[in-house]
Protein backbone atom coordinates (compact mmCIF):
# COMPACT_ATOMS: atom_id res chain seq x y z
CA UNK A 1 0.00 0.00 0.00
CA UNK A 2 1.50 3.25 -1.04
CA UNK A 3 1.31 6.14 1.59
CA UNK A 4 0.81 9.89 0.89
CA UNK A 5 2.94 12.49 2.13
CA UNK A 6 0.67 13.38 4.83
CA UNK A 7 0.78 9.50 6.24
CA UNK A 8 4.84 9.98 7.20
CA UNK A 9 5.80 11.06 10.58
CA UNK A 10 5.83 12.65 12.69
CA UNK A 11 9.48 13.38 13.30
CA UNK A 12 10.01 14.52 16.53
CA UNK A 13 12.43 17.07 17.35
CA UNK A 14 13.42 16.75 20.89
CA UNK A 15 15.65 18.97 22.81
CA UNK A 16 17.93 16.36 25.27
CA UNK A 17 18.76 19.70 27.61
CA UNK A 18 22.09 20.68 28.55
CA UNK A 19 23.34 16.90 29.18
CA UNK A 20 22.28 15.35 32.76
CA UNK A 21 19.50 13.08 31.74
CA UNK A 22 17.26 14.04 34.87
CA UNK A 23 16.84 17.43 33.52
CA UNK A 24 15.11 15.65 30.09
CA UNK A 25 11.19 16.21 29.84
CA UNK A 26 9.06 13.49 30.90
CA UNK A 27 7.79 13.71 27.56
CA UNK A 28 11.19 13.49 26.10
CA UNK A 29 11.86 10.68 27.97
CA UNK A 30 8.36 8.80 27.00
CA UNK A 31 9.43 9.51 22.71
CA UNK A 32 12.82 8.69 23.30
CA UNK A 33 11.66 5.20 24.50
CA UNK A 34 9.53 4.81 21.85
CA UNK A 35 12.28 5.11 19.09
CA UNK A 36 13.11 3.26 16.22
CA UNK A 37 15.80 5.18 14.78
CA UNK A 38 17.53 8.30 16.77
CA UNK A 39 19.63 10.88 14.69
CA UNK A 40 21.63 13.04 17.45
CA UNK A 41 24.19 15.56 17.64
CA UNK A 42 27.34 16.24 19.52
CA UNK A 43 25.91 17.75 22.27
CA UNK A 44 23.87 15.07 23.27
CA UNK A 45 25.84 13.54 26.56
CA UNK A 46 26.62 9.62 26.74
CA UNK A 47 25.07 9.58 30.28
CA UNK A 48 21.51 10.57 27.80
CA UNK A 49 22.32 8.50 24.70
CA UNK A 50 22.26 5.16 27.50
CA UNK A 51 18.17 6.03 27.55
CA UNK A 52 17.96 4.77 23.87
CA UNK A 53 16.08 1.83 23.59
CA UNK A 54 19.01 -1.22 22.73
CA UNK A 55 16.79 -2.14 19.62
CA UNK A 56 16.88 1.30 18.15
CA UNK A 57 19.19 2.71 15.68
CA UNK A 58 21.72 5.18 16.62
CA UNK A 59 22.74 7.74 14.19
CA UNK A 60 25.39 10.28 14.81
CA UNK A 61 24.88 13.57 13.09
CA UNK A 62 27.45 15.68 14.98
CA UNK A 63 29.39 19.05 13.56
CA UNK A 64 32.28 20.75 15.28
CA UNK A 65 33.81 23.79 13.85
CA UNK A 66 35.03 22.68 10.07
CA UNK A 67 34.53 18.99 11.18
CA UNK A 68 30.86 17.49 10.36
CA UNK A 69 30.23 14.56 10.59
CA UNK A 70 27.32 14.99 8.02
CA UNK A 71 26.59 18.25 6.64
CA UNK A 72 23.33 20.25 7.40
CA UNK A 73 21.56 19.43 3.82
CA UNK A 74 22.66 15.53 4.43
CA UNK A 75 20.54 15.40 8.05
CA UNK A 76 17.74 16.98 6.26
CA UNK A 77 17.50 14.17 3.70
CA UNK A 78 18.31 11.68 6.42
CA UNK A 79 15.26 12.58 7.87
CA UNK A 80 12.97 13.08 5.12
CA UNK A 81 14.48 9.02 3.88
CA UNK A 82 13.70 7.42 7.84
CA UNK A 83 10.39 9.30 7.62
CA UNK A 84 9.01 7.79 4.55
CA UNK A 85 10.69 4.48 5.36
CA UNK A 86 7.65 5.09 8.23
CA UNK A 87 10.04 4.98 11.15
CA UNK A 88 9.64 6.25 14.44
CA UNK A 89 12.23 9.09 14.10
CA UNK A 90 13.72 10.86 17.26
CA UNK A 91 15.89 13.77 16.03
CA UNK A 92 17.74 14.41 19.54
CA UNK A 93 19.20 17.97 19.89
CA UNK A 94 21.39 19.39 22.82
CA UNK A 95 19.96 21.85 24.60
CA UNK A 96 16.21 22.94 22.92
CA UNK A 97 16.05 22.54 19.21
CA UNK A 98 15.14 26.26 18.52
CA UNK A 99 18.42 27.78 20.12
CA UNK A 100 21.28 27.70 17.98
CA UNK A 101 20.18 23.86 17.38
CA UNK A 102 18.87 24.66 13.79
CA UNK A 103 15.78 22.89 14.59
CA UNK A 104 13.53 25.29 12.61
CA UNK A 105 15.41 24.57 9.30
CA UNK A 106 14.96 21.39 9.78
CA UNK A 107 11.17 21.52 10.67
CA UNK A 108 11.13 23.55 7.13
CA UNK A 109 12.29 20.53 5.08
CA UNK A 110 9.84 18.22 7.03
CA UNK A 111 7.13 20.88 6.17
CA UNK A 112 8.30 20.65 2.13
CA UNK A 113 8.35 17.03 1.99
CA UNK A 114 4.69 16.91 3.61
CA UNK A 115 6.01 15.34 6.67
CA UNK A 116 4.54 15.86 9.67
CA UNK A 117 6.69 16.40 12.79
CA UNK A 118 6.52 17.92 16.59
CA UNK A 119 8.68 20.29 18.49
CA UNK A 120 9.66 18.70 22.34
CA UNK A 121 11.23 21.47 23.86
CA UNK A 122 14.25 21.31 25.77
CA UNK A 123 16.22 23.44 28.79
CA UNK A 124 18.57 25.62 26.81
CA UNK A 125 21.93 25.10 28.06
CA UNK A 126 22.10 29.24 29.04
CA UNK A 127 19.54 28.45 31.34
CA UNK A 128 20.35 25.02 32.53
CA UNK A 129 23.66 25.50 33.16
CA UNK A 130 23.89 28.77 35.30
CA UNK A 131 20.87 27.81 37.56
CA UNK A 132 22.55 24.23 38.11
CA UNK A 133 25.90 26.45 39.08
CA UNK A 134 23.53 28.79 41.10
CA UNK A 135 24.08 31.90 38.57
CA UNK A 136 21.38 33.67 38.17
CA UNK A 137 20.24 35.68 34.56
CA UNK A 138 18.31 37.97 36.16
CA UNK A 139 17.97 39.55 39.47
CA UNK A 140 16.21 42.28 40.63
CA UNK A 141 17.85 45.90 40.40
CA UNK A 142 21.05 44.24 38.53
CA UNK A 143 20.37 42.07 35.71
CA UNK A 144 16.75 42.93 34.33
CA UNK A 145 17.20 41.42 30.88
CA UNK A 146 19.14 38.39 29.63
CA UNK A 147 20.71 38.10 25.80
CA UNK A 148 21.84 35.12 24.06
CA UNK A 149 24.42 35.23 20.92
CA UNK A 150 26.26 32.59 19.29
CA UNK A 151 29.65 33.48 18.90
CA UNK A 152 30.18 30.96 15.87
CA UNK A 153 31.56 32.80 12.86
CA UNK A 154 30.22 31.41 9.68
CA UNK A 155 32.69 30.87 7.46
CA UNK A 156 35.45 31.96 9.37
CA UNK A 157 34.14 35.54 8.41
CA UNK A 158 33.81 38.28 10.90
CA UNK A 159 31.09 38.25 13.80
CA UNK A 160 28.07 40.11 12.97
CA UNK A 161 26.56 41.61 16.48
CA UNK A 162 25.83 44.77 17.76
CA UNK A 163 28.37 45.31 20.55
CA UNK A 164 27.64 48.31 21.51
CA UNK A 165 23.59 46.71 22.37
CA UNK A 166 25.11 43.65 24.12
CA UNK A 167 27.21 45.54 26.38
CA UNK A 168 24.43 46.99 28.23
CA UNK A 169 24.98 46.82 31.54
CA UNK A 170 21.37 45.93 32.57
CA UNK A 171 21.36 43.11 30.43
CA UNK A 172 23.53 39.64 31.42
CA UNK A 173 24.86 38.33 28.54
CA UNK A 174 24.97 34.40 27.05
CA UNK A 175 27.38 33.70 24.53
CA UNK A 176 27.18 29.96 23.26
CA UNK A 177 30.05 27.93 21.25
CA UNK A 178 32.97 30.49 19.78
CA UNK A 179 36.14 29.46 21.37
CA UNK A 180 38.30 31.05 18.53
CA UNK A 181 36.49 34.34 19.10
CA UNK A 182 36.75 34.85 22.24
CA UNK A 183 39.63 37.29 21.92
CA UNK A 184 37.54 39.15 19.59
CA UNK A 185 34.44 39.23 21.72
CA UNK A 186 36.06 40.31 25.02
CA UNK A 187 37.84 43.26 23.15
CA UNK A 188 34.81 44.29 21.31
CA UNK A 189 32.62 44.09 24.42
CA UNK A 190 35.16 46.36 26.35
CA UNK A 191 35.46 49.03 23.51
CA UNK A 192 31.91 49.12 23.52
CA UNK A 193 32.04 49.80 27.53
CA UNK A 194 31.34 46.71 29.17
CA UNK A 195 33.97 46.90 32.03
CA UNK A 196 36.82 44.52 32.22
CA UNK A 197 36.46 43.34 35.68
CA UNK A 198 33.21 42.37 34.94
CA UNK A 199 32.72 39.13 36.55
CA UNK A 200 32.89 36.00 33.84
CA UNK A 201 32.36 32.15 34.00
CA UNK A 202 33.05 29.62 31.34
CA UNK A 203 30.93 26.72 31.64
CA UNK A 204 32.50 23.74 30.16
CA UNK A 205 30.34 20.31 29.96
CA UNK A 206 27.47 21.80 32.16
CA UNK A 207 25.39 19.62 34.28
CA UNK A 208 27.60 16.71 33.42
CA UNK A 209 29.83 14.64 35.41
CA UNK A 210 32.47 16.16 32.95
CA UNK A 211 31.53 19.98 34.33
CA UNK A 212 34.48 22.28 34.44
CA UNK A 213 33.99 25.82 35.36
CA UNK A 214 36.67 28.97 35.01
CA UNK A 215 35.51 31.87 37.09
CA UNK A 216 37.42 35.06 36.04
CA UNK A 217 36.81 38.53 35.05
CA UNK A 218 36.01 39.84 31.06
CA UNK A 219 39.24 41.08 30.52
CA UNK A 220 41.06 38.05 31.15
CA UNK A 221 38.56 35.23 30.21
CA UNK A 222 39.79 34.30 27.11
CA UNK A 223 43.41 33.14 28.63
CA UNK A 224 42.27 31.78 31.75
CA UNK A 225 40.18 29.37 29.17
CA UNK A 226 42.85 28.35 27.16
CA UNK A 227 45.50 28.14 30.56
CA UNK A 228 42.36 26.00 31.93
CA UNK A 229 42.35 23.66 28.55
CA UNK A 230 38.53 23.83 29.33
CA UNK A 231 37.31 21.00 26.10
CA UNK A 232 33.80 22.03 24.50
CA UNK A 233 31.09 22.53 24.50
CA UNK A 234 31.52 25.88 26.30
CA UNK A 235 29.35 28.55 27.46
CA UNK A 236 30.17 32.13 28.44
CA UNK A 237 28.22 34.67 30.62
Not at 49 to 72: C, E, M, T, W, Y
Not at 116 to 127: L, N
Amino acid sequence: MSLTPDSYGPVYLIGAGPGDPELLTVKAMRLLGEADVVVYDRLVSDEILNLVPKGASRIFAGKAADKHHLIQDEINELLVKLARKNYNVVRLKGGDPFVFGRGSEEAEVLHEHGISFEIVPGITAASGCTAALGVPLTHRGKATGVRYVTGHRKNNGELDLNWQSLADPDTTLVVYMGLSSLPVIRDELIKAGMPGELPAVAISKGTTPDQQICRTVLAHLPERVVEEDLPTPLLYV
